[in-house]
């Protein structure tokens, strides 16, 4: 069973920085794609990011440019570095992974930008 725990969100100031952290319970190199989700309240869930298992990262148009996908295969954890962030990007956000024809979600991790 894959599990997946969500950390580093918070309450930020508009402009500033927030780094979240997926770990995962197993070996992410067999996560193919995993990425980032966000809900915001009343809203469907809605594509933020994602990383291949080769290093191919995709990301919505709405954080191009200021969100960051990384991976530390070592450490079995997913990274989004969320910069320049904005009132809009408040939401819970989600990691989630694909892994032998599953997809699978971490609990969510608040992230509050105030404006």
């Known amino acids: 069973q894959v599990q997946l725990v969500e950390s580093g969100g918070g309450l930020v100031q508009a402009g500033g920085s927030l780094r979240l952290s997926c770990a995962a319970s197993?070996?992410?190199?067999?996560?193919?794609?995993m990425g980032w989700y966000r809900q915001a309240p009343g809203k469907q869930r809605d594509f933020v990011a994602t990383?291949?298992?080769?290093?191919?990262?995709n990301y919505a148009d709405s954080v191009k440019g200021r969100f960051t996908i990384s991976r530390d295969n070592a450490k079995n954890t997913v990274y989004l570095q969320m910069n320049s962030l904005k009132p809009e990007d408040t939401a819970v956000y989600y990691c989630?992974?694909?892994?032998?024809?599953?997809?699978?979600w971490g609990q969510g991790t608040q992230v509050t930008v105030s404006s």
């Open positions: 989630n992974a694909h892994v032998l024809g599953k997809f699978y």
């Open positions: 990383m291949t298992r080769g290093d191919d990262t």
């Open positions: 197993g070996s992410i190199f067999a996560f193919n794609p």
